[in-house]
């Protein structure tokens, strides 16, 4: 529950799909990255919600900042994997404690639901993101602190 000083999140609903969006688009607008047009991503995060294995969480009574989990079933445990696909907060509101406040929402929606890993993709510039992840127990090794670094890959698919 939010007190004066935590920042209300709450998971969004269909008819915050506009606002999601828009957050969303800011966010790669923000970063040189192309992003479709809002109407577009408004469409695509509908469907996302109505699947039931995307869950976006807004942070602010306006919102100011967002958390994409996508969930799948696990392989190797009976749990659910949860992915942070996104976790963005609108420049103005940054180092106000809404990245953490999502960040802490996120990891109780994802055992909520099941969940007993949480991955996240972080560029190696973005030394805040990966000081909050850190700072919540996540960790880019394999094993602890002195063994291999884990890496994440990616690749656009030719159609």
């Known amino acids: 529950m939010a007190g004066p000083d935590v920042p209300r999140v709450r998971c969004a ?49 306006v919102a100011e900042g967002l958390a994409v989990l996508r969930f799948r079933p696990a392989i190797w445990s009976s749990g659910l994997e949860c992915y942070l696909a996104e976790l963005y907060v609108v420049p103005a509101r940054r180092a106000q404690g ?16 099941g969940a007993d890993t949480m991955d996240i993709g972080v560029d190696e510039p973005d030394l805040a993101a990966r000081k909050l992840y850190e700072s919540l127990g996540f960790t880019n090794r394999v094993g602890g602190e002195k063994s291999a670094v884990m890496y994440v890959y990616e690749r656009e698919l030719d159609r």
Do not use: C, W, Y
Request: hydrophobic share 50%; charged share 30%.
């Open 13 to 61: 609903e269909v008819s915050d799909a506009r606002a999601v969006a828009e957050l969303l688009h800011d966010f790669n607008r923000e970063f040189d990255e192309p992003a479709p047009p809002v109407p577009v991503l408004a469409e695509r995060i509908v469907k996302l919600l109505e699947s039931g294995d995307t869950v976006v969480l807004l942070a602010g009574d």
């Open 98 to 113: 809404l990245g953490r406040a999502l960040m802490e929402a996120a990891l109780q929606e994802a055992r909520d639901r």
